[in-house]
């Protein structure tokens, strides 16, 4: 079991720094730590993952995620959705509205016109229930309440974390509804291979591959248009290695659309639900790598195009652009898409998702 009376780790936390009480649930820091001493940090508000404590090629340790080192800064970050979990629908959904059994529900708007990532109280800002705690994994439970920020159901949900002795930060994601109803749920992780800092580098540099060959354009609210459009001959192929920045603020409707990069990737895929690869990236300077797999049949990579050089862990700025995320999900207003996959939940069925987060280096 975890021990508990430790309350400095590798990645510099304090547990005591996370522990408060939030309308009667405690909250906590969780410690996850493998063969080789590196270290996954993840509090129970809002399923933050606040360090990812992995080598670069010289064996120096880094934390290479952003969050804040004391849970009033979590709660109150500028960032929300740093590095949290998502839920009930990860992404947006247009005017916060869709229709289910001929029954339309409206949702709570919160970004312009759109409901993004569950409304104005997401699964991000709820206290979770730690089920079951070890060195090397966390099970997290919260119960979504009927009709909570507009939805239908209570939806109990489950995610595990867990961290391999291969580097591999491991999500599994359970749910199950008592009512039919729509679900979407990712972690948002705020990715820094190179390392927090003071000021945090751009990920310009960063080297990326994504394996899709198609890419949802999206409209000036970032609702996706409906078109499944091939990424060929676009600032969106990243089928082969290539800079983050290279064509970041190329001059495309698309890349306007977003500030950068904003836009849900459709997976290569043999087959529905398979855990196959998604994505690589690898940071020159550190030689440290990711790679992202997962069961999901899309990826919404973002590129922290709204960061303003706020504050987080030990003094940490994060600048814009400073950090990618890879939010793999179903895709953005699917109840809205008739022919994007389903994101309906049946009473009697289980809502389940696997995505995996592999970090290692090169020379």
Request: a negative charge; charged letters at 25%; hydrophobic letters at 30%.
């Amino acid at each position: 079991m975890v021990n508990t009376a430790e309350t400095q780790y590798v990645c510099g936390l304090k547990k005591e720094d996370f522990q408060t009480t939030i309308d009667g649930k405690k909250t906590d820091l969780y410690i996850l730590k493998n063969a080789k001493g590196n270290e996954v940090a993840i509090t129970n508000y809002g399923g933050a993952i606040v360090a990812i404590m992995v080598p670069d090629r010289n064996g120096n340790l880094s934390n290479v995620i952003q969050g804040h080192d004391n849970i009033q800064d979590v709660i109150n970050s500028p960032e929300p959705y740093l590095s949290t979990l998502i839920g009930r629908y990860g992404n947006r959904i247009a005017k916060g509205r869709f229709q289910l059994n001929g029954k339309e529900y409206k949702l709570a708007i919160n970004n312009g016109p759109n409901s993004l990532h569950g409304g104005k109280q997401g699964f991000n800002a709820k206290v979770w229930d730690a089920t079951q705690v070890n060195e090397h994994a966390v099970v997290l439970k919260y119960t979504s309440s009927y009709g909570e920020e507009g939805y239908t159901g209570e939806v109990e949900v489950w995610v595990a974390y867990s961290f391999t002795d291969d580097n591999e930060l491991v999500i599994k994601y359970l749910a199950k509804s008592n009512k039919k109803t729509i679900i979407n749920l990712t972690s948002h992780g705020f990715f820094s291979l190179a390392g927090i800092a003071n000021p945090t580098p751009t990920i310009n540099d960063l080297e990326c591959q994504i394996n899709a060959d198609f890419y949802l354009p999206i409209d000036e609210t970032s609702i996706p248009t409906g078109e499944i459009r091939k990424v060929a001959d676009t600032p969106f192929d990243f089928r082969q290695m290539k800079p983050v920045g290279q064509d970041i603020d190329a001059d495309n409707e698309q890349i306007k659309n977003g500030a950068g990069y904003d836009h849900c990737f459709v997976l290569n895929k043999r087959e529905e639900g398979e855990l196959s690869f998604a994505a690589r990236i690898k940071e020159p300077h550190s030689g440290r790598t990711m790679e992202v797999y997962t069961t999901e049949p899309g990826v919404q990579v973002y590129t922290d195009n709204w960061a303003d050089g706020y504050k987080g862990q030990h003094g940490a700025t994060f600048p814009r652009r400073s950090a990618i995320c890879f939010e793999a999900q179903h895709f953005p207003d699917s109840p809205n898409h008739p022919y994007f996959p389903s994101v309906i939940l049946e009473p009697c069925k289980d809502y389940t998702q696997k995505t995996i987060y592999k970090f290692g280096v090169e020379e």
